[in-house]
């Protein structure tokens, strides 16, 4: 059974930085495409940071140059380094993660920029 466990969304001021945790229940290395997600309220759920299978990385447009997605291979995390936090970045974050074409998802956390 893969798990998903995110970790450090907050209230942040905007312009501030947050840096989010996703802990993985088997090694991530087992994973085609691993990333973030994140879902505002009334608003679909939209992709924010990817990895793909190749090692490559995405990103969506709005986050270009804030956001960093990156990974720790040993200690089975990911993570999602966000700076320059602007009000419509407020979302609940979710991680993600394809398992031969198996989507896995965390219970998300949430994110809050406002002043």
């Known amino acids: 059974q893969v798990q998903l466990v995110e970790s450090g969304g907050g209230l942040v001021q905007p312009g501030g930085s947050l840096r989010l945790s996703c802990a993985a229940s088997i090694s991530i290395f087992n994973f085609n495409g691993l990333g973030w997600y994140r879902q505002a309220p009334g608003k679909q759920r939209e992709v924010v940071a990817y990895?793909?299978?190749?090692?490559?990385?995405s990103y969506v447009d709005s986050v270009k140059g804030r956001f960093t997605i990156s990974r720790d291979n040993a200690k089975n995390t990911l993570y999602l380094q966000m700076n320059s936090l602007k009000p419509e970045d407020t979302a609940v974050y979710y991680c993600n993660a394809d398992l031969y074409s198996r989507y896995y998802w965390g219970q998300g956390t949430q994110v809050t920029v406002s002043s």
């Open positions: 990895f793909t299978s190749g090692g490559s990385t």
